[in-house]
């Protein structure tokens, strides 16, 4: 059986493992599961059981304040893992709503642990794993509190097109598969905002958007917006 897609085959292929390993590993911890959109994958509280990757599609990853409004604190797109948080308290701190049709690859953690107990290269994997998404949290943060709003949408724009181009696809164009409401509430920017930043940035030539299809035009100067000390 091909190794799965859902977890991209250089991130257990390079760690040294054998084939029949790498049988095991699939055989104990890739459950495929279909997502509609707008279903939840998991709910806020929900008991954690499962880290899944996303094989297909993409998510939002959100929590309610405490007015009860919904805010985003992440998009997840294919190779993406969800649901590392809920490990330490062993409930999900957040939810997760797919924002398209979507399969991810459900992996079990009691099997996560037999595996890293017996393979210590999957142990160290996944220490790895854990440490990028803290990483990538620390770098939102910095963004959201060190730039402007066409900064914060530039740097959005940016990070996201990157993101997709190390999984295969476009360095410059992609579909926003998530609102424009969604990208304020990440971004820490009313909707109106969003708009007149993405309206902006297209009249100055930096891309061109169309509905949801987004074109960066000028990467240059998107990336001296995102920079903090352009602001």
């Known amino acids: 059986m091909p190794f799965p897609r859902c977890i991209p085959t250089e991130l257990f292929g390079s760690i040294g493992l054998t084939e029949p390993q790498l049988e095991r590993v699939q055989k104990l911890i890739f459950v495929p599961r279909a997502v509609k959109k707008g279903d939840h994958l998991f709910r806020e509280g929900q008991s954690f059981r499962d880290i899944f990757a996303v094989r297909s599609g993409s998510f939002k990853s959100d929590l309610a304040t405490d007015n009860g409004r919904e805010q985003v604190i992440g998009f997840h797109l294919p190779g993406d893992f969800l649901g590392l948080q809920g490990i330490a308290a062993q409930s999900h ?3 997760a709503v797919a924002l398209e049709d979507a399969e991810v690859c459900a992996m079990p953690f009691e099997h996560v642990e037999a595996l890293s107990r017996e393979l210590p290269r999957v142990q160290r994997l996944f220490y790895k794993l854990m440490s990028a998404e803290i990483l990538r949290e620390s770098h939102a943060i910095v963004m959201l509190g060190s ?3 066409e900064g914060r949408v530039a740097a959005f724009l940016l990070d ?10 476009s360095e410059n164009e992609m579909v926003l598969r998530m609102t424009r409401e969604d990208i304020g509430s990440y971004l ?10 993405l309206a902006k ?9 169309d509905n949801r299809h987004v074109s960066v035009q000028r990467r240059d100067a998107l990336a001296a917006l995102a920079k903090p000390q352009s602001i």
């Open 147 to 149: 730039l402007r709003a």
């Open 93 to 95: 701190a957040c939810e």
């Open 160 to 169: 996201l097109l990157d993101r997709l181009k190390a999984r295969g696809f």
């Open 201 to 209: 940035l297209a009249a100055n030539g930096l891309i061109r958007i």
């Open 188 to 197: 820490g920017l009313k909707l109106e905002t969003v708009s007149r930043v």
